[in-house]
Protein backbone atom coordinates (compact mmCIF):
# COMPACT_ATOMS: atom_id res chain seq x y z
CA UNK A 1 0.00 0.00 0.00
CA UNK A 2 1.17 3.70 -0.72
CA UNK A 3 1.83 5.77 1.89
CA UNK A 4 2.33 9.40 1.82
CA UNK A 5 2.43 11.61 4.92
CA UNK A 6 3.36 15.10 5.16
CA UNK A 7 4.18 17.12 7.63
CA UNK A 8 6.38 20.21 8.98
CA UNK A 9 3.41 22.48 8.15
CA UNK A 10 2.50 25.50 10.38
CA UNK A 11 1.85 29.40 10.95
CA UNK A 12 4.59 31.79 9.55
CA UNK A 13 4.75 35.18 8.84
CA UNK A 14 5.26 36.77 5.26
CA UNK A 15 9.03 36.34 4.92
CA UNK A 16 9.09 33.12 6.98
CA UNK A 17 10.68 30.06 6.26
CA UNK A 18 9.02 25.95 6.82
CA UNK A 19 10.64 22.80 5.66
CA UNK A 20 7.92 20.22 4.53
CA UNK A 21 8.94 16.38 5.14
CA UNK A 22 6.79 14.23 3.03
CA UNK A 23 8.16 10.27 4.33
CA UNK A 24 6.82 7.99 1.96
CA UNK A 25 6.11 3.44 1.68
CA UNK A 26 5.00 0.76 -0.67
CA UNK A 27 6.97 1.46 -3.36
CA UNK A 28 10.19 1.87 -4.58
CA UNK A 29 10.72 5.66 -3.81
CA UNK A 30 14.55 5.60 -5.59
CA UNK A 31 12.79 4.76 -8.83
CA UNK A 32 10.15 7.24 -9.07
CA UNK A 33 10.13 11.04 -9.30
CA UNK A 34 8.73 12.99 -6.68
CA UNK A 35 6.20 15.86 -6.37
CA UNK A 36 4.95 18.40 -4.41
CA UNK A 37 1.27 20.24 -4.90
CA UNK A 38 -0.83 22.71 -3.08
CA UNK A 39 -4.35 23.86 -2.98
CA UNK A 40 -5.53 27.08 -1.61
CA UNK A 41 -8.79 27.50 -0.43
CA UNK A 42 -11.10 28.15 -2.76
CA UNK A 43 -8.75 26.78 -5.53
CA UNK A 44 -7.67 24.41 -8.04
CA UNK A 45 -4.77 22.30 -6.58
CA UNK A 46 -1.19 24.03 -8.04
CA UNK A 47 1.66 21.83 -8.93
CA UNK A 48 4.90 23.01 -6.67
CA UNK A 49 7.97 21.35 -7.92
CA UNK A 50 8.96 18.03 -9.02
CA UNK A 51 12.57 16.21 -8.85
CA UNK A 52 13.84 12.96 -10.59
CA UNK A 53 14.25 10.15 -9.17
CA UNK A 54 18.27 10.87 -8.63
CA UNK A 55 17.36 14.19 -7.57
CA UNK A 56 19.38 16.01 -10.75
CA UNK A 57 16.44 17.11 -12.17
CA UNK A 58 14.31 19.36 -10.85
CA UNK A 59 11.23 21.90 -11.79
CA UNK A 60 9.49 24.15 -9.98
CA UNK A 61 6.30 26.39 -10.95
CA UNK A 62 7.19 30.13 -12.07
CA UNK A 63 4.85 31.30 -8.39
CA UNK A 64 7.85 29.55 -6.37
CA UNK A 65 10.76 29.59 -8.41
CA UNK A 66 13.88 31.19 -6.49
CA UNK A 67 12.07 30.51 -3.13
CA UNK A 68 11.30 26.85 -2.86
CA UNK A 69 14.01 24.63 -2.68
CA UNK A 70 12.76 20.34 -3.48
CA UNK A 71 15.37 17.71 -2.27
CA UNK A 72 15.06 13.93 -1.83
CA UNK A 73 17.02 11.56 0.28
CA UNK A 74 16.53 8.13 -1.12
CA UNK A 75 17.81 6.15 2.18
CA UNK A 76 15.08 7.51 3.95
CA UNK A 77 12.59 7.58 0.89
CA UNK A 78 12.09 11.37 1.98
CA UNK A 79 11.45 14.24 -0.14
CA UNK A 80 11.57 17.67 1.32
CA UNK A 81 10.56 20.82 0.32
CA UNK A 82 12.43 23.93 1.95
CA UNK A 83 9.80 26.99 1.47
CA UNK A 84 11.86 30.40 2.03
CA UNK A 85 10.38 34.11 1.53
CA UNK A 86 6.83 32.96 2.32
CA UNK A 87 4.16 35.12 0.53
CA UNK A 88 0.21 35.12 1.60
CA UNK A 89 -0.50 33.95 -1.50
CA UNK A 90 1.61 30.57 -0.25
CA UNK A 91 -0.99 29.83 2.34
CA UNK A 92 -2.40 26.55 1.00
CA UNK A 93 -2.54 22.12 2.16
CA UNK A 94 0.86 21.22 0.41
CA UNK A 95 0.68 17.62 -0.78
CA UNK A 96 3.65 15.02 -1.72
CA UNK A 97 2.13 12.93 -4.85
CA UNK A 98 4.06 9.96 -6.63
CA UNK A 99 3.14 8.38 -9.70
CA UNK A 100 3.87 4.56 -9.17
CA UNK A 101 2.81 2.16 -11.92
CA UNK A 102 1.20 4.41 -13.92
CA UNK A 103 -0.91 5.38 -10.73
CA UNK A 104 -1.03 8.93 -9.01
CA UNK A 105 -0.80 9.02 -4.87
CA UNK A 106 -1.83 11.32 -3.21
CA UNK A 107 -0.69 11.74 0.86
CA UNK A 108 -2.46 14.01 3.94
CA UNK A 109 -1.40 16.78 3.22
CA UNK A 110 -0.29 19.38 5.65
CA UNK A 111 -1.11 23.32 6.57
CA UNK A 112 0.21 25.87 5.82
CA UNK A 113 -0.42 29.37 6.91
CA UNK A 114 1.59 32.67 5.88
CA UNK A 115 -0.21 35.24 8.24
CA UNK A 116 1.00 38.77 9.56
Known amino acids: EVQLQASGGGLVQPGGSLRLSCAAS????????MSWGRQAPGKGPESVSTINSRGDKIWYAASVKGRFTISRDNAKNTVYLQMNSLKLEDTAVYYC?????????WGQGTQVTVSS
Open 97 to 105: YVVANSVGY
Open 26 to 33: GFTFSAED
